[in-house]
């Protein structure tokens, strides 16, 4: 196999040649809807005044907003297609939606997974049925791998952001919102607040939500989104980010598909600190009682900075909730 540069994107990945669009995130809604119940919306009051609603994708089945687009994505493969398997590069949280779905269905998934994923993705991932391929995330590409995989195997890959069925998959979630709030007569949302990594929810919001304001967060030095949108162009990340507790975040470059429809969208993105996310780790426990793992604390940690401004429209999404207990212990113990 070739080991490209891991920060460098990847030629010839066998990816779908078509666009997302909200038709398909209302098919992608129609099909979830039979089979998973709506995460909560909940208000949360701000330490410094006012609040927000937060959408609790952490309470999914595999802890995280992954298993919509992996859902959208395999139910819609052929019968030669699924005979053929999947292969999936993830953190953790896709890895966990592509294998979960992949059992439903009956499907051989592999994942390429970073072999320092924290241990309970690894370990959730594997108990799901998926086989693991594990690479170092700072020295080799994983898409370059899922590629070589792909070809040796003619599996059909399931990327994390860079699919339009994925990015379909994972706007279910603005549509829920915005069903909810109409539902408890709060109108529509004027801003949603997401986690980014390589931008799959933000453009499938996006696409549920063209009239709300989406604004993808990312954490500090691994914001290659952030600074993409700004130059109008995409954007690699820097070849020595500094290290994050966000694993889930941790993605190289964006993909034209994913960066066609944020561009789209104008939207602006923030950066957040190592030390603000742990706080909004801390306040979705003490105020929510939920378990947030530090990517999907990454937009409730720009509210809480005053980075983002906030309205009765403003909807934050806590993506995930895939912590390690240990890692979760020392940030509640914390005091920065």
Known sequence: MTNPSPHEPTDQLPL?????????????DAKIGQLLPETPLVE?????????????????PVGAFKIRGAWHRLSDLSERERARGVIAVSSGNHAQGVAWAAARLGIAATIVMPSNAPEVKLAATRALGADIVLYDRMRESRDAIARDICNERGAVLVHAYGDPWVIEGQGTAGIEIARQMSARGLGSPTRIVCPCGGGGLASGLALACPDAQIVPVEPE???????????????????APPPTACDALQTPYTFPVNFAVMAAHGMVGVTVSEAEIRRAQRLAFARLRLVIEPGGAAALAAILAGKVPHDHGTVVVLSGGNVDPAAFAQVLVGSD
Do not use: F, H, N, Y
């Open 16 to 28: 779908p040649e078509r666009e997302p669009t909200r038709e398909g995130v209302l098919r992608a």
């Open 44 to 60: 949360l009051d701000l330490p410094a005044g006012g609040s927000v609603l937060c959408k609790v994708e952490s309470l999914q």
């Open 221 to 239: 030095g691994w914001d290659d989104v952030t600074r993409s949108l700004a130059a109008g162009r995409i954007l690699a990340l820097g070849s």
